[in-house]
């Protein structure tokens, strides 16, 4: 199917990246690392010029989330699925509930569960549906995922904790950046790069209250908890104050991610959000009126603005279109989630991925799509 498609040439794309993740990094921030020479890749991460910029990442995040005075960015290797053990070994006192609706965020719930001092619970819904976090007795840490990035469910509401001995921890990898967040009503807000913020990953940043630091010491102090190093908050935790890594960062992934979190300063959180609802429009608005596609997720408040993911009719099969697509470089990485294993495009709405290129995209599926009939 679709083997004699050909994308009419003022359709093509200005770039093909269309993924969720690793994400579109501008070719602008590649060539701004190249033009960096010598003083930073291939020197030390405990000299100046990587302190300078671990430095820069971390004000500019502060300034970017309009984050209060008090909360502090913590940033060290490992991605976001290595801190889901980290929390639970060093932020999780006795139980953590979790909150799923994908397969990220019953990843999480699955790494808690098998440290035999938690108690760990999911409430879960059907993928696809969404479902906001709620508190409940006898729980000291509550997870949420901000945004899923393997069904596009975008959370509607996080609320504020009343028991002052419970954390809300936040998974906001694919969501970080533009979909707005009360940081006062979360203490511990982390995310991989490697989506909005057009990086690599292998790396993380952890936005933690006050609480959260506090935690994180209280349980270091408990002699008869063992922690591997590598994972122990205290060492995260100071390292970042000295605007450094425990351990040795790729100096490429923070610089990428600085460029990103520059690009959009410019803007603000304001702008890059209204502008990712644009976008956010257009892809339901032409997934609800072609009868061959609909909206994955079907009640309004929970699709997201960041990952979108559009079924389509099982009589043209996306595969197959998918690799004529990627053949034609005019469309990579648009795949569905692999263990849904549903008839449908999963399309990155990161800041990068233009308005026009989105219109573009639809345009060229739709005659795809079209011309089979």
């Not at 019953?106 to 098998?114: A, L, M, T």
């Not at 819904?125 to 508190?135: A, H, L, S």
């Not at 922690?227 to 990428?256: C, D």
Request: hydrophobic letters at 40%; one cysteine or more.
């Amino acid at each position: 199917m679709f083997e004699n498609f050909k994308v009419p040439s003022d359709l093509i794309p200005s770039d093909p990246r269309f993924g969720v993740g690793p994400s579109l990094i501008p070719i602008e921030a590649v060539e701004n690392l190249a033009k960096s020479g010598s003083k930073l890749l291939g020197t030390s991460h405990r000299k100046d010029p990587i302190k300078n910029l671990v430095k820069e990442v971390q004000d500019g995040l502060r300034t970017y989330f309009k984050l209060p005075a008090d909360y502090e960015i913590v940033l060290g290797n490992g991605g976001a699925t290595f801190l889901w053990d980290m929390m639970g070994l060093g932020l999780v006192e006795k139980s953590s509930l979790h909150y799923i609706c994908g397969e990220f965020s019953d990843k999480w719930y699955r790494s808690h569960k098998q440290i035999p001092w938690i108690k760990a619970k999911e409430v879960k819904v059907e993928f696809g549906e969404g479902i906001n976090p709620k508190e409940e007795p006898g729980y000291d840490f509550i997870c949420c995922t901000l945004n899923e990035t393997s069904t596009g469910v975008q959370l509607s509401n996080i609320p504020k904790l009343k028991d002052p001995n419970t954390l809300m921890a936040v998974d906001a990898t694919s969501g970080a950046g533009q979909i707005p967040a009360d940081f006062t009503n979360i203490d511990i807000y982390y995310f991989s790069p490697q989506k909005v913020f057009a990086s690599d990953g292998g790396f993380y940043v952890a936005i933690m209250s006050p609480k959260a630091i506090a935690r994180a010491k209280k349980i270091q102090e408990d002699k008869t908890r063992y922690i591997p190093e590598v994972m122990k908050w205290s060492n995260a935790i100071e390292n970042s104050r000295g605007h450094q890594t425990y351990n040795t960062p790729a100096i490429a992934t923070i610089f990428l991610l600085n460029e990103q979190i520059k690009l959009m300063n410019k803007l603000g959180e304001a702008k890059v959000t209204e502008l990712a609802k644009k976008k956010a429009e257009l892809m339901y608005g032409w997934a609800e009126k072609k009868p061959y596609l609909s909206p994955f997720v079907k009640n309004p408040e929970f699709r997201s603005q960041a990952v979108v993911c559009i079924d389509v009719d099982e009589k043209y099969k996306v595969d197959d279109l998918i690799k004529v697509l990627r053949a034609q470089g005019v469309a990579v990485d648009i795949d569905g989630y692999r263990k849904l294993g549903r008839n449908q495009f999963r399309i990155a709405l990161f800041h990068n991925v233009s308005y026009e290129n989105l219109e573009k995209l639809t345009k060229i599926i739709s005659l795809a799509i079209e011309s089979e009939k």
